[in-house]
Nanobody, 127 residues
């Protein structure tokens, strides 16, 4: 059974940093692309970044900088490093995996490409 468990969210002041983690299980970790998304209450999911099985990364155009997706294969963990946080970064953040395709490069930034999701971790940035 595929499971994704996010952690690392919390409350920070504007300008601060957070590193979100995602611990997957139930599938061959290194084989598939993974991604991070964010969602505000009542709004659609917005993609942030994706990483392929070979660690090729893709970021959505709206990401200005200060955000890095990475993974530690030894720890089977996906990360999202966020710096210089702003109040508008307040959202629930989700990790996801696409086990239906093998993305060696150019992992998808489409919500529809990902078939398993974590439960989300809340990030709150105060001004």
């Amino acid at each position: 059974q595929v499971q994704l468990v996010e952690s690392g969210g919390g409350s920070v002041e504007a300008g601060g940093s957070l590193r979100l983690s995602c611990a997957p299980s139930g599938y061959t970790y290194n084989k598939y692309a993974m991604a991070w998304f964010r969602q505000a209450p009542g709004k659609q999911l917005d993609v942030i970044a994706a990483i392929s099985s070979t660690e090729t990364t893709t970021y959505t155009d709206s990401v200005k900088g200060g955000i890095t997706i990475s993974k530690d294969n030894a720890k089977n963990t996906l990360y999202l490093e966020m710096n210089s946080l702003k109040p508008e970064d307040t959202d629930t953040y989700y990790c996801a995996v696409d086990t239906d395709h093998i993305w060696v490069v150019n992992p998808s930034l489409s919500v529809d490409a990902y078939n398993y999701w974590g439960q989300g971790t809340q990030v709150t940035v105060s001004s």
